[in-house]
C-alpha cells in the first residue's frame, strides 16, 4: 500500500510503497525519511552571526553548482554525463531551495556558470565543487549551534560525498 513519505532534510513529499533510498529531491539518506504524518519538519531557525553567515555561503556555493551542472547537462559530449549532470544540478537546486528556506528568502539568487564540451573536464570540475563543497559542510557542521542547522550540514556532507564517488568512479575508469 502506497504511503506518504518527507524527508526530513529538505520536507518535501513522496508517495510510494517503501521509504525512497535516498530522497529523490535532496539526496538524503534513508535515516532521514519518515512518513509524513509522523514528523515535522522546520526551516524556522533562529541564526546566530556564524549559522547565518555558513547558510549564505552555502546558499552561494549550491546556486553555482546547480549552474554548472545544468550547463554541463546541455553541453557534455556523453550521453550518461548529461542525465548524471542533469539529476545533480536538480539535486543542488533542491540544496539551494533549503538554504533559500532556512534564510527565509523570497527568492534564490542567480548566478551563471560556465562549463565545457569535454566529459572529462565537466567530471573534473564537478570533482573540485564536490570537494570544496564537502569540506566547507563539515566546517559549518562543527561550527553550528543550532541542532537543525547541524543537521542539515551534516546530511550535506553524506550527499557531496555520494557525488563526489559519482566522479571518482568515472575519472577513475578512464
Ligand atoms: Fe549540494
Ligand atoms: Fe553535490
Same mark, same amino acid.
Given at each position: 500500500?502506497?504511503? #506518504? !513519505?518527507?524527508? $526530513? ?10 521509504? &525512497?533510498?535516498?530522497? &529523490? ?9 519518515? +512518513? ?29 553548482? =546547480? ?10 559530449? @556523453? ?19 533549503? !538554504? ?5 528568502? $523570497? %527568492?534564490? &539568487? ?14 573534473? +570540475?564537478?570533482?573540485?565543487?564536490? @570537494? ?11 561550527? =553550528? %549551534? @543550532? ?13 557531496? %560525498? ?8 568515472? #575519472?577513475?575508469?578512464?
Amino acid at each position: 500500500m502506497v504511503k #506518504l !513519505w518527507r524527508c $526530513q532534510i529538505c520536507g518535501d513529499p513522496y508517495v510510494g510503497d517503501e521509504p &525512497p533510498a535516498n530522497c &529523490p529531491f535532496c539526496g538524503a539518506h534513508k535515516k532521514y525519511i519518515f +512518513e509524513a504524518k509522523k514528523i515535522d519538519v522546520s526551516f524556522d531557525v533562529r541564526l546566530n552571526a556564524k549559522d547565518k553567515a555558513n547558510a549564505e555561503h552555502a546558499l552561494e556555493v549550491e546556486v553555482s553548482n =546547480a549552474s554548472f551542472y545544468f550547463c554541463a547537462a546541455g553541453k557534455t559530449d @556523453d550521453a550518461e554525463g548529461k542525465l548524471l549532470f542533469k539529476a545533480l544540478g536538480k539535486v543542488e537546486a533542491e540544496h539551494a531551495a533549503i !538554504w533559500k528556506k532556512i534564510l527565509k528568502l $523570497q %527568492t534564490i &539568487p542567480d548566478k551563471k556558470e560556465e562549463c565545457r564540451i569535454a566529459n572529462k573536464d565537466n567530471l573534473e +570540475e564537478s570533482h573540485r565543487r564536490e @570537494d570544496r563543497a564537502i569540506e566547507f559542510y563539515r566546517k559549518a557542521a562543527n561550527e =553550528a %549551534t @543550532d541542532l537543525r542547522i547541524k543537521q542539515i550540514f551534516v546530511a550535506l556532507v553524506e550527499v557531496e %560525498t555520494d557525488h563526489l564517488e559519482l566522479s571518482e568512479e568515472r #575519472l577513475g575508469a578512464r
